[in-house]
């Protein structure tokens, strides 16, 4: 009896082993902006593109005059920072995508009103 739990136990090991990394690699990771990065008129740097819950979008700029505010679709709307937003200034920023609606600013005055601005939304 001893043996079979043993053989069960290696079978579910190896499952997961084979099922883990193939969930894994159907994330994809975007550059926003693409090669320009994140910077002005970036608002319409979605369209035409599929995102997937568990996706990483790539935010790339100079955080000497730029930066990242997750927002809410108000926040989006208006161009304001929301009380508890998270700001990202590390110029790298790598940000997984959740379900649904997803909104980022640049809150440094004018530029999300420059279009430095980004609606996505994840599957």
């Given at each position: 009896?001893?043996?079979?739990?043993?053989?069960?136990v290696?079978?579910?090991?190896?499952?997961?082993?084979l099922?883990?990394?193939?969930?894994?690699?159907?994330?994809?990771?975007?550059?926003?902006?693409?090669?320009?990065?994140?910077?002005?008129?970036?608002?319409?740097?979605?369209?035409?593109?599929?995102?997937?819950?568990?996706?990483v979008?790539?935010?790339?700029?100079?955080?000497?005059?730029?930066?990242?505010?997750?927002?809410?679709?108000?926040?989006?709307d208006?161009?304001?920072?929301?009380?508890?937003?998270?700001?990202?200034?590390?110029?790298?920023?790598?940000?997984?995508?959740?379900?649904?609606?997803?909104?980022?600013?640049?809150?440094?005055?004018?530029?999300?009103?420059?279009?430095?601005?980004?609606?996505?939304?994840?599957?």
């Amino acid at each position: 009896m001893a043996m079979g739990r043993g053989s069960a136990v290696v079978a579910v090991v190896l499952v997961l082993c084979l099922v883990l990394p193939f969930e894994m690699v159907d994330a994809a990771s975007f550059a926003v902006g693409g090669s320009n990065g994140w910077t002005f008129n970036v608002v319409g740097w979605p369209k035409g593109k599929r995102f997937k819950a568990g996706d990483v979008l790539a935010f790339n700029y100079n955080p000497s005059f730029h930066n990242v505010v997750a927002v809410d679709k108000p926040g989006y709307d208006g161009c304001k920072t929301p009380k508890g937003a998270k700001v990202f200034t590390t110029g790298k920023d790598q940000i997984k995508l959740k379900k649904g609606a997803n909104y980022f600013i640049c809150n440094f005055t004018g530029h999300c009103e420059s279009g430095m601005k980004i609606a996505v939304t994840a599957a």
